[in-house]
């Protein structure tokens, strides 16, 4: 606190801070006390500390009036507590200079011996923090088979058809006329032209088609009829 304020008296020697245990070390008698020094010993090093009985506050216990008083470097800030550090630094870096440790109680006791400074903490390193396990790779989706093609429908073949030709119609023979007895040495020819038949022995053979199979072939005795 500054020496115009009755707050914060005497640190501790072993304050919390940040929630960390800190350990402490002595300053030596006589010896100059630093800008460091005197933060521990006024608010342990609490930028936004609050002395409620004498209005101090920041971390080097600015009385408002001071704080007030020093210019452009706290311009914009009602009161220490209202400044961020790195301003509180440049304030009583410009007060030390300007008028010496005397300003603040805590430097009396700092040079006399009877404050123990605060040392720096030997905090163990918060464990990392746990990593994700990596995600599960999902199993790729089993491919589906491809329809299997079904045979081409067997084409039924057409019944084969067996085609008989129509028999050649049965000459029926010409109405006769009469008719005549083979003789021996007769061939239709030669009946033809002795009877006189019209057509010769083709009309000849016409007329007898159901019992002359063949028309070089007759038999003696054999009737034939001649057509008209």
């Not at 960390?20 to 521990?40: E, H, R, T, Y």
């Not at 030390?96 to 603040?104: L, V």
Request: proline share 7%; hydrophobic share 45%.
């Amino acid at each position: 606190m500054m020496k115009t304020s009755t707050a914060i008296r005497r640190g501790t020697a072993a304050v919390m801070m940040g929630g960390l245990a800190v350990g402490a070390f002595a300053v030596p008698a006589n010896a100059a006390p630093s800008l460091d020094a005197i933060k521990q010993c006024e608010s342990g090093g609490n930028y936004q500390a609050h002395n409620a009985s004498s209005g101090a506050s920041g971390a080097y216990q600015f009385l408002t009036s001071t704080w007030q008083g020093m210019g452009a470097i706290t311009a914009g800030y009602a009161n220490a507590a209202d400044a961020p550090a790195a301003v509180q630094d440049a304030a009583a870096a410009a007060l030390m200079e300007r008028s010496g440790p005397s300003q603040w109680e805590c430097s009396g006791m700092i040079s006399g011996g009877s404050y123990t400074a605060p040392a720096a903490a030997s905090v163990a390193p918060q464990s990392s923090s746990v990593q994700e396990s990596a995600p599960v790779q999902h199993a790729a989706p089993v491919q589906q088979a491809a329809p299997v093609q079904q045979a081409a429908p067997v084409q039924q073949q057409a019944p084969a058809v067996k085609y008989t030709a129509p028999a050649a119609p049965v000459q029926q023979a010409a109405p006769a006329a009469g008719t005549y007895t083979v003789q021996a040495g007769d061939t239709l020819g030669t009946i033809a032209n002795k009877l006189g038949v019209n057509g010769g022995w083709e009309a000849l053979f016409s007329a007898n088609a159901g019992s002359v199979a063949d028309a070089n072939l007759i038999f003696p005795g054999q009737v034939l009829n001649i057509p008209a």
